[in-house]
Structure formats: structure tokens, C-alpha cells
């Protein structure tokens, strides 16, 4: 990875980003990034390009967009001081909670923009993916928002472990498609959705999840989600005094980091995403693209990918469904190349853990995701006492209950079936 970018590139990389130069006419965060794609997606990719471009920073369209956000999603969310957990950990502790959002998470966010932005292209309909069943639920939400049938393609392993988001969906109207190829979960569903928007790229919208994937996506993703860290860093100068010394947040794909860092990549804050660091270092024990990937071409970007030596993308694993992603957003590899954003691992057990001791706490059911910020943060407070963290509270644990269940409930030191 380091070859990718000389030293000297990586000052002038990460400035143009910060600028909002990025990504680039070729679709490209420096080396990451791009289209590569089938022939027959070319015009499909290219008309939403030309959509984007043309809808998504008009006047009428923000306009609307961000009528949605603050009459039907609920923005802005709450910034929450977390007092206990800031006396257990010797640290200033505040949550920015997407939890809070409709439909529990960030998702809602990137939905309800790209679901107007594809009612203002004339499709006819909409087709999504989902890992932990958030995204399907606020696309099924946004869509009925705006009166356009979505159908959600769904690992079938995830759709095991997340049952109640699966039944949320179709009560929302959608129809939840089962993929029982490859490894069942994201990626899967991503490569199914794809094989569909094949089929009608002129009738079918595509509503992609995260920041990953070909161009415009990760940009698009990018900016919808951005709203996230813009709040961010005004409520903590309003209610905290100033600005975080460090800002966590869980890294899947990467929707919801790139969402709270990008606002904030100009300022003097310590960056660090987390990924899931599953069971283990090897291949197929985790989902740690950042910290254990090599460069390679996953669902239409050059981004960090886990892969073999023969350049095999390898099945993943991580105790939440959202970050059980073989890839990452190809914007995270670049902030990670120029050394802006690090990033690191959070095990099973441990996020379990920082799940329980949120629970005690502060009385928040987090998302089993987002429990793998609180690990690092937690960790961070350790080596740098009495200083103010954020954490991206991305999403609540209502949906991972199927998941919780089979684990012991640890409470101050008592432990029951």
C-alpha cells in the first residue's frame, strides 16, 4: 500500500480532500476509487453521474432533502454526554446518536437522498442490498417515503441473525430477497443487486448502502452522510466547549465513519475508525479490511480488499452484519494512506463487552457495529486521561436482540442465561 502513494504526494492528497477535491473527473481519492465495471452497467453508472451532477447540490433538491431530514428523519440528533462512562474511563465522553435517527441508524440519511434523487430520475423502481438490515429498512422506509416499490437483497445469513429488521422491512412494503450464493451475507447481496440492475438500468435504481463501490457512489454516499459530522462539530462547540481531542466510529463499508470524519478532516482531532476484528488475524476469521487488506478491485472500485495470494477475495466474518464486508470505501484507504484516519480492530468479545458496559451505564442499547468504536475509544481514554472523545453512535441494538440472546448477560459482575 505504501508504494500506492510517494511521500510526497500525501500532503497534496490530503489537502485536495479536505478542499472537497476529491474525488477527482475519474472518480478517483488518489490511487482508490474509479469505475471498474461490466460494459453493459457503463450507461447506467454514467446516467447517475449525469443525475448527480446535475440534482444533488441544486438549490430545490437540498431544499427538499433537507426538509426531509429535519421534519422526517429527525435531524439534527442528539449530541449526548455520557457522564458515568466518562468517570469510568477518566475521559469526556460524548455520543453523537444515529440511533436516534428514524428507523434506528445513520442509513436513513444516504436512503431518503438517494430515494429523491432516483423519484427525480423516472425510474420505475428500486433495488438495495443490506448487511445488518438497517439499510434495508430505511431504503423500504424512504422508498415508501416517496411512493416508488423497493425490493432489498439480503444475505441469507443475515437474514437469519436479523430477523426483526427482516420483518420490518416488509411491513415497510418492501420485498426481501434471500441470496444463498457465495458467502451469504454483503457482499453477495451487492453482487445480486448488481446482476439485477443489469437487467433494466434505464427502469431500476440502485440504492447502494455505504460509501463503496464504483463512481459517483462513495462520493454520493459521502455527502448525503456528511450531515452526520457537520452537526457534529457544531454541537460539541455549543455544548461541550469546543471541538473533541479524538472522534471514534465503527468502519464497514464505511458510510457512517467517512459521514463523521469528513466534516472534520480540516480540524486538530485524532481520527480513528474501527473495524471488526472478529475471532482472529487470519484470513476469514475477521472483517479488517484496513488493517489486514491489500489493494485490489472489489464490486467496481480499486479500494483495500481481503484476499489471497492468488487474488481471491476472501469470506469474512465479524459478529455484526454491517461491518461482515470483504472491502471498504476506497476514500478510507486514501485517508489511511496519507496517515489522516487510523485505523483499528475491535474482537467479538471485546465489542460484546463495550455493548454490556454501555448498557449499564448510560441506559443505550447500541448497535453491535457500533460497540466496536467504543472498544478503541475506550482504550484511547486509558492512554490520554482527561481529554474529550466522540464517538459516532451509529445505530441501535434492537435489531442484533436474535444475536444477543445466545451470549450471557454480564451485569456488575453477575453473570445469567
Known amino acids: 500500500m505504501t508504494s500506492l502513494i510517494q511521500p510526497g504526494e500525501a500532503e497534496a492528497l490530503l489537502q485536495a480532500a479536505i478542499n472537497?477535491?476529491?474525488?477527482?473527473?475519474?472518480?478517483?481519492?488518489?490511487p482508490f476509487g474509479g469505475r471498474y465495471v461490466p460494459e453493459t452497467l457503463v450507461p447506467a453508472f454514467e446516467r447517475l453521474e449525469a443525475g448527480v451532477r446535475e440534482h444533488l447540490h441544486d438549490p430545490q433538491f437540498q431544499a427538499e432533502y433537507q426538509r426531509e431530514l429535519r421534519e422526517w428523519v429527525g435531524r439534527p440528533t442528539a449530541l449526548t454526554h455520557a457522564p458515568r462512562l466518562s468517570e469510568r474511563w477518566g475521559a469526556d465522553v460524548w455520543l453523537k446518536r444515529e440511533d436516534l435517527?428514524?428507523?434506528?441508524?445513520?442509513?436513513?440519511?444516504?436512503?431518503?437522498?438517494?430515494?429523491?434523487?432516483?423519484?427525480?430520475?423516472?425510474?420505475?423502481?428500486?433495488?438495495?442490498?443490506?448487511?445488518?438490515?438497517?439499510?434495508?429498512?430505511?431504503?423500504?422506509?424512504?422508498?415508501?417515503?416517496?411512493?416508488?416499490?423497493?425490493?432489498?437483497?439480503?444475505?441469507?445469513?443475515?437474514?437469519e441473525?436479523?430477523?426483526?429488521?427482516?420483518?420490518?422491512?416488509?411491513?415497510?412494503?418492501?420485498?426481501?430477497?434471500?441470496?444463498e450464493s457465495g458467502d451469504k451475507t454483503l457482499r453477495a447481496a451487492i453482487d445480486e443487486a448488481l446482476r439485477k440492475w443489469v437487467t433494466d438500468p434505464a427502469g431500476i435504481y440502485y440504492l447502494l448502502g455505504s460509501a463503496v463501490g464504483a463512481h459517483p457512489y462513495p462520493y454520493l454516499v459521502r455527502e448525503l452522510q456528511s450531515v452526520i459530522g457537520r452537526e457534529s462539530r457544531e454541537q460539541m462547540i455549543e455544548q461541550a466547549?469546543?471541538?473533541?481531542?479524538?472522534?471514534?466510529?465503527?468502519?464497514?463499508g464505511g458510510s457512517n465513519a467517512i459521514g463523521l470524519f469528513y466534516p472534520l478532516l480540516g480540524d486538530d482531532i485524532e481520527l480513528i475508525g474501527v473495524e471488526a476484528g472478529g475471532t482472529g488475524s487470519g484470513l476469514g476469521q475477521n472483517a479488517a479490511t484496513l488493517a489486514t487488506g491489500t489493494p485490489g478491485v472489489l464490486q467496481g472500485s480499486y479500494t483495500m480488499i481481503l484476499q489471497d495470494g492468488d487474488g481471491q477475495v476472501q469470506e469474512t466474518h465479524s459478529i455484526s452484519a454491517?461491518?461482515?464486508?470483504?472491502?471498504?470505501?476506497?476514500?478510507?484507504?486514501?485517508?489511511?494512506?496519507?496517515?489522516?484516519?487510523?485505523?483499528?480492530?475491535?474482537?467479538?468479545?471485546d465489542a460484546l463487552a463495550a455493548l454490556e458496559e454501555?448498557?449499564?451505564?448510560?441506559?443505550?442499547?447500541?448497535?453491535?457495529?457500533?460497540?466496536?468504536?467504543?472498544?478503541?475509544?475506550?482504550?484511547?481514554?486509558?492512554?490520554?486521561p482527561g481529554k474529550r472523545l466522540l464517538i459516532g453512535n451509529s445505530g441501535r441494538g434492537d435489531k442484533?436482540?436474535?444475536?444477543?440472546?445466545?451470549?450471557?448477560?454480564?451485569?456488575?459482575?453477575?453473570a445469567s442465561a
Not at 161 to 179: K, S, T, Y
Not at 241 to 252: M, S, T
Not at 323 to 348: F, K, N
Not at 402 to 414: A, Q
Open 20 to 30: 472537497g477535491e476529491l474525488p477527482d473527473e475519474r472518480g478517483r481519492f488518489g
Open 101 to 159: 435517527a428514524h428507523t434506528g441508524a445513520h442509513k436513513i440519511n444516504n436512503a431518503i437522498g438517494q430515494a429523491l434523487l432516483a423519484k427525480r430520475l423516472g425510474v420505475e423502481r428500486v433495488i438495495a442490498e443490506t448487511g445488518a438490515g438497517q439499510h434495508g429498512v430505511a431504503s423500504a422506509a424512504a422508498c415508501a417515503r416517496v411512493g416508488l416499490p423497493c425490493a432489498v437483497y439480503m444475505g441469507a445469513v443475515d437474514i
Open 161 to 179: 441473525r436479523q430477523a426483526p429488521n427482516v420483518d420490518r422491512m416488509r411491513r415497510l412494503g418492501a420485498e426481501v430477497i434471500a441470496v
Open 241 to 252: 466547549g469546543g471541538l473533541p481531542d479524538a472522534a471514534f466510529a465503527c468502519v464497514g
Open 322 to 349: 454491517g461491518l461482515d464486508y470483504s472491502g471498504v470505501g476506497p476514500e478510507h484507504a486514501l485517508l489511511q494512506a496519507t496517515g489522516r484516519v487510523r485505523y483499528v480492530a475491535a474482537s467479538d468479545g
Open 358 to 384: 454501555l448498557c449499564e451505564t448510560e441506559g443505550i442499547l447500541t448497535a453491535l457495529e457500533t460497540s466496536h468504536a467504543y472498544v478503541a475509544a475506550r482504550e484511547w481514554a486509558k492512554e490520554n
Open 400 to 414: 442484533d436482540m436474535p444475536t444477543l440472546t445466545k451470549f450471557p448477560v454480564k451485569v456488575r459482575g453477575h
